[in-house]
C-alpha cells in the first residue's frame, strides 16, 4: 500500500465521521457536483488540548510518518489557543490545520474538566490515527458541564463533545470551474437557504492577505448527554480562495485573523 493510498484513505475515513455529524456538507458538496463541479478539499481543522499526552505534537505524529511537514504557526490571544498548519510537501494532499486551548490560562474548574477527559482515554488501545478519526474517546459528557464550558470557551465546549473529529472540511473554490469568486459561492450558498457566519464579514480576508475564507454555521445535532437529549452545534463546512504570491504560486498557508473569526462557526450562542 503507498503512502499516497493510505493518506487517501485517511481523508476518505476523516469525511465519514465528519459528515455523519454534519449533514450539510454533504448536501453542499452535492449542490456542486449538480452544477458538474468536482470538489476538491483545501484543508481539514483539528482540536485539542496543549497537555503533553494530546497536544499537537503528539496528535501531528501520524501525518508527520505519512511526510506531512509543518508549515506554520498561529497565536490567538483572545481564544487562548495556539495552531500548527501542516502540508504534504511532495503530493497534493488537502493541507491539516490543527490547534491547541492553552487551558493553563482558563479557570481551575474548566483545567479540571480538561484534564478529567483525558484521563478517560485508555492510550494502550488507541492506534496510530485515533487523534485523527476516533472522535470523543471518553466517557458520555454532562449536559450541565458542557454549558460551564460555554461560559469560558465554546473551543473548549465543542472538544468535550466532539473530541477528534474533523472540526470542518474546506472547498477548494480555486478548484470550482463555474465559479469566479468566494462572493459568488456565498451568493450560491444563501440563495439555497445555507446560514453562514457572519462574524467579522461573509468573507473573512482578502487580497491583501492572499486568503479569503467563508464558512456555514456548524449544523445542530441531537447530542446524548448523562442528563438526556439536547440540541447543539456540531460541525461547519468552510470555503477558501487564494491568491497568488509575487512568484506566481498559490499562497499555501493561513491567516490569524481571519482563522478567529472561523472558530465562531461551531459557537453555540
Not at 508527520?64 to 495552531?83: D, N, S
Not at 456565498?186 to 464579514?201: C, P, Q
Request: overall charge negative; some cysteine; glycine content about 6%.
Amino acid at each position: 500500500m503507498t503512502q499516497s493510498f493510505k493518506i487517501g484513505e485517511l481523508f476518505t475515513n476523516m469525511w465519514g465521521k465528519y459528515s455523519s455529524i454534519t449533514p450539510s456538507a454533504e448536501k453542499i458538496k452535492q449542490l456542486f457536483n449538480e452544477k458538474g463541479e468536482e470538489v476538491v478539499n483545501d484543508h481539514v481543522a483539528f482540536r485539542t488540548l496543549n497537555n503533553e499526552r494530546v497536544n499537537i505534537e503528539k496528535i501531528s505524529q501520524s501525518l508527520l510518518e505519512l511526510g506531512y511537514v509543518e508549515g506554520g504557526e498561529y497565536h490567538f490571544t483572545e481564544k487562548k489557543l495556539y495552531a500548527k498548519h501542516f502540508y504534504h510537501p511532495t503530493e497534493n494532499h488537502p493541507k491539516v490545520f490543527i490547534s491547541q486551548l492553552l487551558v493553563e490560562e482558563f479557570s481551575e474548574e474548566l483545567q479540571q474538566t480538561m484534564k478529567s477527559i483525558i484521563d478517560d482515554i485508555i492510550f494502550d488501545e488507541l492506534d496510530e490515527l485515533s487523534f485523527l478519526t476516533g472522535g470523543r474517546l471518553w466517557d458520555t459528557p454532562s449536559y450541565e458541564t458542557y454549558n460551564k464550558l460555554v461560559e469560558e470557551s465554546e473551543y473548549a465546549a465543542w472538544f468535550y463533545l466532539y473530541g477528534y473529529v474533523a472540526n470542518h472540511f474546506t472547498v477548494d473554490v480555486n478548484k470550482l470551474k463555474g465559479y469566479n469568486s468566494l462572493e459568488e459561492v456565498n451568493t450560491s450558498l444563501l440563495e439555497a437557504n445555507y446560514r453562514l457566519n457572519t462574524s467579522g464579514g461573509l468573507i473573512k480576508g482578502g487580497p491583501d492577505v492572499y486568503l479569503e475564507q467563508s464558512s456555514t454555521m456548524a449544523d445542530k445535532k441531537i447530542y446524548t448527554f448523562i442528563e438526556g437529549e439536547y440540541s447543539v452545534p456540531s460541525c461547519f463546512y468552510e470555503f477558501a480562495y487564494r491568491f497568488p504570491l509575487d512568484n506566481g504560486e498559490l499562497f499555501g498557508g493561513f491567516v490569524a485573523a481571519s482563522a478567529n473569526k472561523i472558530f465562531e462557526s461551531t459557537n453555540l450562542k
